[in-house]
């Protein structure tokens, strides 16, 4: 998930600088890149029901008025227009290295796939399907890091979602007629997490 930048606001000499680092990002890349954008609905009834309890609470008799009026605002506000959230998204897919690597016994993974080749056993599969999973692991550890740090120069904020963001994610997306289950905690906390950015 990517933290977003009004481009327009900004002046010719920062744009230039955004385009110049985008362009490096892209001519620097040797992989496929996709760039999201998801906009839906957000559900306000939690922000509704908070702003209701803390009206509730308030003593102050001129403090829990305003609290009121400004409920009542949002209430109507929430009824008459749609009001819409915009997050963005970079997705790095991971594609195997066209040209498998050479086993430790020298043989060519080719040839042992043939009739009359090596055989492996079962614990060796195992042990060779553990072995190309973390390669694919950290292969695509290494291109969310240069993503990341690539977005860097052009004043944006990435984060890796987790699996427990994914599938938040995935439910919003694949129920467009839903509004939003709740609101995506990785939102508002971007600019913390991207401090303490880790991958592990």
């Known amino acids: 998930m990517v933290s977003g930048i009004n481009f327009d606001l900004l002046s010719d000499a920062e744009q230039e600088v955004i385009i110049n680092a985008y362009q490096s990002l892209l001519n620097g890349l040797d992989f496929s890149l996709q760039i999201l954008v998801h906009s839906r609905k957000v559900n306000m009834t939690n922000y509704l029901a908070e702003i209701k309890q803390i009206g509730e609470r308030e003593t102050n008799e001129l403090l829990r008025l305003q609290i009121e009026e400004y409920y009542n605002f949002i209430d109507e506000l929430v009824k008459s227009t749609n009001i819409m959230v915009k997050r963005f998204y970079v997705v790095i897919p991971y594609s195997p290295s066209p040209i498998a690597p050479v086993t430790g016994g020298g043989a060519i993974p ?6 009359f080749g090596k055989k ?3 614990q060796e599969e ?3 399907k553990e072995m190309n999973f973390e390669n694919q692991r950290m292969q695509l550890y290494y291109r969310v890091n240069a993503v990341v740090s690539a977005l860097k120069p052009m004043g944006l904020n990435a ?3 987790k699996t427990a963001d994914l599938i938040e994610l995935y439910y919003n997306f694949y129920n467009p007629e839903k509004q939003e289950r709740k609101n995506l905690a990785i939102a508002s906390e971007l600019d913390a997490e991207y401090e303490e950015y880790s991958l592990e």
Not at 110 to 115: D, I, N, R, S, V
């Open 159 to 161: 984060i890796r979602l």
């Open 120 to 122: 492996s056993t079962p």
């Open 126 to 128: 195992a042990q060779k």
């Open 110 to 115: 080719l040839l042992e796939k043939l009739p």
